[in-house]
């Protein structure tokens, strides 16, 4: 499902085969957890597609060092797929019924490299910046000030951005150094269908 895809990074897809996704959807949809389809979650959130999720990894460029920040802990999911990525994940979940469900299912998966917070994930985790990727999972008006500033030289952060009708998936890459004159990198990469950024710096 995914290779048809085009997801082509195998450590992505490895991720994916170690990472059951039954055990982070409710017991009420867990006989569709795994069709390539968004689940509620409840509260007004959902589990996004295996595809979107996949699609997202790919694009951060991983190498398996790096210290992530995610806004938008969920069900805890794509959290248990990074955590076979990366270093360590930082995680921020703004509604606390949602963070209470993916903390219980990443302590039942056994997830020991991620720690989690409620709060606003639009200004970030500064205590814990710089962060080498920001991956952001609900739409911002605007790529969100706090999260460009806490990302690290080189980082890379992948935000939707735009409201309820039209939103596009952007992804920002900031310059290795702060040579006058280099700016950051932005670049659209696909129309995308998110909830709401809650916060300062979203809606």
Do not use: C
């Amino acid at each position: 499902m995914l290779r048809g895809g085009g997801i082509t990074d195998l450590a992505v897809l490895y991720a994916f085969d170690e990472v059951s996704r039954h055990l982070f959807v409710p017991e009420a949809v867990r006989h569709r957890a795994y069709e390539n389809v968004a689940l509620p979650l409840g509260h007004g959130q959902t589990i996004s597609r295996p595809g979107v999720h996949a699609l997202h990894l790919q694009l951060m460029e991983l190498a398996g060092t790096e210290r992530v920040l995610e806004i938008g802990t969920g069900s805890g999911f794509q959290t248990a797929l990074l955590a076979h990525l990366v270093e360590h994940v930082y995680s921020i979940e703004v509604v606390p019924e949602i963070a209470e469900l993916g903390r219980t299912a990443l302590e039942g998966f056994g997830v020991g490299n991620a720690t989690l917070r409620v709060g606003d994930g639009s200004q970030g985790w500064r205590e814990h910046a710089p962060f080498d990727r920001i991956l952001v999972g609900a739409a911002a008006p605007r790529p969100p000030e706090s999260l460009i500033e806490q990302l690290a030289p080189g980082g890379r952060l992948l935000v939707p951005v735009g409201d309820g009708t039209t939103q596009r998936l952007t992804l920002i890459v900031k310059p290795d150094s702060e040579l006058e004159g280099e700016g950051i990198e932005m670049t659209t990469i696909d129309e995308a269908r998110f909830v709401p950024l809650v916060g300062e710096e979203g809606w």
